[in-house]
């Protein structure tokens, strides 16, 4: 190999390994120990670490570092590093770094001492660790990570120093090799997720971590894209950021979800383009990891900072969160109130450049030297005069306190701030009384400790509280001296019944508590007012005997009402977003409106609470009923009722616009009288309209009632009744379409079945009642009689008048016939041309001859002249009378044909008679 040759194998290795440096989650850096050296390096990490540019790094790397080392730790790192350099053992220790931004970080540094190629060159070759999130690879992985930083490391020094000729390019070349070899199997052992892709996406290396964490082999994977491991939403996005890669942005960092083996999950990728002499894009190199959990917590984290925040800036103290440094991270709005000045004053600032503490500079030296003490773990506590709004003096009690973090160390400080300026001459005389309960110092450490709510101090063995402050009245309603000087029985009738059991034997609960252990507790108390209210009680060991059992409880009760509130209504919006649901389903599943209704309305009483709630539908005329309606037991049904007082009102526009009428207290409404009236025979104190519009068209109103008392509704229980009345109106919709169907199928199912000429039933609803009838008399063996009968000498009439007067005539005898045979179950049929047809289910042979001699009688009496007749003057008929008890000896069929030949022998006798036989089976 020539010389040049040498030098481009040499030169492409250290490209290809400051590459995978780069990669590592970690700044890299080598570091001289004599300033005169050129061999400097420092990894591009450092821009995300402490928001610096490598290229704007000083190459004296210890001195910049330690510009950057938190004033706390500064003597102990100098330390560590000069200890290392005089024996030769590794550097590791962990410190605080401050960003460019100012944030405070914690990392671990862990390096080794090298000597470079030239023998005289001393150099620090190691990795520095974000471990501020306590989520750092193990120890073994930073130290494998660090021996081959090192040794790559040590290869671009010597790659540096090219006088050592071939010597240095066999080395460079073994060092390659095996730096190759162990690089990879640190990258197949990495618990991060790495891979490797060609510019159309293909994988042409992944890890082993990144196999198990897909749940894939590595021939699954390699030659494939990675489009099908990611989530299908995040695609696009993905896609975009990776192809927005090039040479001025080679570094793209990504959070998206992935198909993972266990399902959907969240990861951070930083996806670096490596590129050839030519600026193109020739391979990417991609590092995961997992932030599911930290996604989760993220979340939660948001949730529960709105909640804090809302209660942070509620507090009547000034409050302030501040780093150990004294730079603000938030202060709340009572804080920025007091001082006239807003959030991006004083946010990011040190605390006494702030507005309140420029009054002095003693008062800013002041508070510098109480923060380094709070820094250092100590509770500091003194009153200052401060600046306020308006330039105004003002005096107050301050206090900084410290928050361990679950190392001990101290995470954050918390200051807060009482104007005590108008209470400033009465605390001087009350001085001498203060100094002497400054001698129970135990006292005042555990009220500290407790919430600022009510304070009591408890005697188990009076069984009475002996101390209680004014927080009593605001919180209860009772004063200090009545619940001290109450009878324990009383006390206890102010606990609610389900909750009585906490005043049973209460000196057993403290038995087992530990010296400042506390005891948190929740329940409900009245009010002295009437209401029940919800309490927390958090309490501690105050006193003790000789033998150690408790004898007084310190504690504190907060007034929990509202959180409680706000979870039942929690719970209640969820009730409402399944009622939805369910209304939903049962308008899916079921076509019988009156069903949905009456299960709306009950649903929607039993989520609301509410008194009653009822569906009005709404008569074009502007009448109307009541479609369904759930009352609770105290309350009469008014279904029977036809008006309900909100429907008196004529102007309906807004509700034809679906806008709600929503009445907290109708007292407060300017109704007329004769509507209050109504609205008191109904009990209604407070109401929900919610217009139920199928289509355009007003169908009704969707009302909920409190009848008890006045009630301020929430505005999702409004928007939870303009949802179900949505559904109530897709219902309405449905079950109109579904009777107009059925009344269609209805009339089309009569058509098929009655005779167009006569308007009776035709031949084929003959055949079809016939058959049905006598299988049902067949079964409960009782007679079935059928008349068969025609118009004598017909065609002789029609030959005379002609067939339109044959038509009527037919009309005018079918007419005759439903006045004669009335009975439901009875059947009159046109059975063809001129012949007729009557089915008699339950008739013997006697009421059937009856019935034909009163239809022979009918048509006599119609008078209708027939003058071809040689039987009379006008139109007669002859019938043939059959009955029969249905057998399996004879079949319908057989029915007829008998009737037909009664008919037959009627007509041979002479016309205008009736003939009837009697068919008997044999046994």
């Known amino acids: ?14 490209q290809k390994y400051r590459t995978l440096v780069e990669q590592i989650p970690g700044v890299v850096y080598i570091s001289p120990i004599n300033t005169t050296a050129k061999e400097a390096y420092i990894s591009p990490q450092v821009q995300q670490l402490l928001g610096i540019a490598a290229e704007d790094w000083n190459p004296a790397f210890l001195n910049s570092w330690l510009d950057y080392t938190h004033p706390d730790d500064r003597d102990r790192y100098w330390q560590a590093v000069n200890t290392a350099i005089a ?130 082999k590595q021939e699954e994977i390699i030659a494939q894209h990675y489009k099908p491991v990611v989530f299908e939403e995040d695609r696009e996005r993905v896609f975009s950021l990776i192809n927005s890669i090039s040479l001025e942005n080679p570094v793209v960092t990504i959070e998206n979800r992935v198909i993972a083996c266990q399902g959907v999950r969240w990861t951070q990728w930083i996806n670096r383009g490596i590129f050839d002499d030519q600026g193109t894009l020739v391979e990417l190199q991609s590092v995961g990891r997992d932030i599911t959990d ?92 401060v600046w306020g709004k308006d330039d105004r003096v003002m005096t107050i009690d301050f206090s900084l306190r410290p928050i361990f973090d679950e190392t001990g160390r101290v995470a954050l400080l918390i200051s807060e701030g009482r104007d005590i300026s108008e209470f400033q001459a009465a605390l001087r005389e009350r001085h001498k009384a203060e100094e002497a309960l400054r001698s129970s110092q135990d006292f005042l450490q555990k009220v500290a400790n407790t919430v600022p709510n009510i304070l009591y101090l408890f ?17 209860l309603g009772y004063s200090p001296e009545e619940i001290c000087q109450a009878d324990p029985q009383w006390l206890m009738n102010c606990f609610h019944p389900d909750d009585q059991h906490l005043c049973y034997n209460v000196p057993s609960r403290f038995v087992n508590l530990g010296d400042n252990e506390v005891l948190s507790t929740e329940y409900r108390f009245r009010h002295k007012d009437g209401e029940w209210r919800w309490l927390n009680t958090r309490e501690v060991v105050f006193a003790r005997d000789v033998s150690g059992t408790p004898t007084q409880i310190l504690g504190s009760v907060e007034d929990i009402s509202t959180r409680k509130q706000a979870e039942a209504m929690l719970r209640q919006q969820a009730e409402g977003e ?32 509410s008194d009653s709630v009822a569906i009005y539908q709404l008569e074009p005329d502007g009448s109307g009923n009541f479609a369904a309606e759930s009352l609770g037991d105290d309350y009469p049904q008014r279904l029977e009722l036809t008006m309900h007082p909100f429907s008196i009102k004529r102007d309906f526009s807004h509700y034809y616009q679906g806008l709600p009428t929503v009445l907290h207290d109708i007292q407060e409404s300017d109704f007329s009288a004769d509507l209050f009236e109504l609205l008191q025979l109904y009990q209604i104190k407070a109401a929900i309209i919610v217009p139920i519009l199928n289509g355009e068209h ?85 007679p079935l009689s059928l008349i068969l009968f025609d118009v004598d000498f017909f065609k002789l009439y029609n030959d005379t008048y002609g067939h339109l007067a044959g038509d009527d005539c037919l009309r005018q005898l079918a007419s005759a016939l439903k006045n004669i045979v009335k009975r439901p179950a009875d059947l009159v049929a046109r059975y063809g041309g001129e012949e007729f047809a009557v089915i ?35 139109v007669t008929v002859s019938l043939g009378v059959v009955s029969i008890v249905p057998n399996c000896e004879i079949s319908p069929l057989g029915l007829i044909n008998a009737a037909d030949k009664a008919l037959y022998i009627a007509k041979q006798q002479g016309r205008d008679r009736v003939y009837a036989v009697c068919v008997v089976t044999p046994s």
């Open 294 to 385: 930290r996604k989760q917590i993220e979340e939660a984290l948001s949730e529960n900072e709105k909640k804090l925040r809302a209660i942070f800036n509620q507090t009547i103290q000034c409050v302030g969160l501040l780093q150990p440094n004294g730079v603000v991270l938030e202060a709340n709005q009572t804080a920025l109130d007091c001082g006239g000045i807003t959030r991006e004053e004083v946010v990011g600032k040190p605390f006494w450049e702030a507005k309140w503490w420029t009054i002095s500079p003693n008062t800013q030296a002041q508070l510098k030297t109480a923060i380094a003490a709070a820094a250092n773990g100590e509770s500091i506590r003194y009153e200052v005069e």
């Open 1 to 14: 190999m020539s010389r040049k040759q040498a030098q481009e194998k040499l030169s492409e290795a250290e």
């Open 698 to 782: 007003l169908w009704g109103l969707l009302i909920a009632h409190q009848c008890a008392a006045p009630r301020y509704w929430q505005a999702f229980e409004v928007n939870l009744l303009q949802q179900l009345a949505s559904q109530v109106a897709i219902a309405i919709h449905q079950s109109v379409l579904y009777q107009q169907v059925q009344a269609a199928n209805e009339e089309l199912k009569r058509l098929a079945t009655l005779d167009g000429l006569t308007q009776i039933a035709n031949r084929r609803r003959f055949d079809e009642y016939l058959e049905i009838e006598w299988h049902r008399l067949k079964r409960e063996q009782v």
């Open 459 to 475: 005697d188990l063995l009076q069984g009475t509280s002996i101390y209680l402050n004014e927080k009593s009245v605001t919180v």
């Open 87 to 216: 024996t030769g053992e590794p550097l590791r220790i962990e410190y605080r770094l401050i960003r460019r931004d100012g944030r405070t970080i914690w990392v671990r540094n862990q390096a080794n001492l090298v000597l470079c190629a030239d023998g005289q060159t001393q150099v620090l070759q190691g990795l520095v660790f974000d471990i501020s999130e306590q989520q750092a690879a193990p120890r073994d992985v930073y130290d494998e990570l660090l021996y081959e930083t090192q040794r790559v490391a040590c290869f671009f020094v010597r790659a540096a120093s090219r006088r050592e000729g071939v010597r240095l390019r066999k080395q460079a070349e073994a060092t390659r090799q095996e730096s190759e070899a162990r690089y990879r199997t640190i990258l197949e052992d990495q618990t991060e997720l790495i891979a490797r892709t060609l510019p159309d996406g293909t994988f042409t290396f992944v890890n082993e971590a990144f196999c198990r964490f897909f749940g894939l």
């Open 840 to 874: 008699l289910p339950n008739t013997e042979i006697q009421g059937a001859i009856n019935v034909a001699q009163t239809i022979r009688q009918a048509v006599r009496n119609l008078v209708i002249p027939h003058a071809q007749s040689s039987v009379c003057d006008r």
């Open 578 to 609: 399944r009622l939805i649901t369910e209304v939903t389903q049962q308008i899916r599943q079921s076509l019988k409106l009156e069903e949905v209704l009456n299960t709306t309305v009950n649903s929607i009483r039993k989520c609301l609470g």
